[in-house]
């Protein structure tokens, strides 16, 4: 009678398990899928996103959806997230078609990610930003708009005094663009880019099938978080997609 009642606990708890979150990729039949502005079928579709697009899902559209996801993506649109189907993602880290790439940390406090014949080397480091780099300076003077003439990242437009920047990402020694790193900040918490968890957030997958391989990275830290995703194809650098985390 124990087995029973511990079997049928088990069954309902399958049955209720918590949807998946995390990276993960638009998959959709039709080629690309839509995104909602609330979790139901008949919502308005804030926008079309086309399979491959990388995004955060944080978790169920909440309001007694599960087949939803609250999904946060790089949007030209006022719209930082709103809602997919569950039906059309997929969760690297738990597909099969995908391998992920092991944490090695370098004595030089870097971090590299390796596997599957792919090895990926991220290198941040310690700067003071210069004060004329900033523009579009608030009548405050503590917040700005860009630096060096781009949008910043991990400050919530705070001008920062010192940060870690990342300076390299490589793969296969493959170098990604420098242009697709500049204003990418982390706080400087500790004197080391490990001691800032600056090298915490990074997930790497592989995908031998069409080549190619996701860089998926949270950085910052609370109301200046961000994700972002570098995309290599064939070995080359594609794209790099990039969204505010902090809701």
Request: glycine content about 10%.
């Amino acid at each position: 009678m124990r087995y029973l009642a511990a079997l049928l606990l088990l069954c309902s708890a399958l049955t209720h398990a918590a949807p998946p979150n995390g990276f993960a990729l638009v998959h959709d039949a039709d080629g690309h899928t839509n995104f909602r502005e609330s979790p139901d079928l008949n919502a308005k579709v804030l926008a079309k996103i086309p399979n491959g697009t990388p995004l955060e899902c944080l978790g169920d559209g909440g309001e007694g959806s599960l087949t939803f996801c609250t999904a946060q993506l790089q949007q030209p649109a006022a719209e930082d997230y709103g809602f997919i189907h569950y039906s059309r993602l997929i969760f690297p880290a738990s597909d099969k078609s995908f391998v992920r790439l092991r944490e090695h940390f370098g004595r030089d406090d870097t971090l590299t990610l390796s596997g599957n014949g792919q090895t990926v080397h991220i290198v941040a480091r310690g700067i003071h930003p210069k004060r004329s780099d900033f523009s579009g300076i608030s009548k405050n003077k503590y917040t700005a708009r860009l630096y060096q003439g781009k949008p910043f990242y991990g400050t919530d437009s705070t001008i920062p005094k010192s940060v870690f920047a990342l300076e390299r990402i490589t793969l296969n020694g493959q170098t990604v663009p420098a242009a697709e790193l500049q204003g990418l900040f982390s706080p400087d918490f500790a004197a080391t880019a490990r001691g800032s968890n600056v090298y915490q957030g990074w997930e790497a997958y592989y995908r031998r099938t069409d080549k190619t391989l996701y860089l998926f990275g949270r950085q910052g830290s609370g109301a200046g978080s961000f994700d972002v995703c570098f995309i290599f194809k064939d070995g080359k650098f594609q794209r790099r997609y990039l969204w505010n985390a902090a809701l």
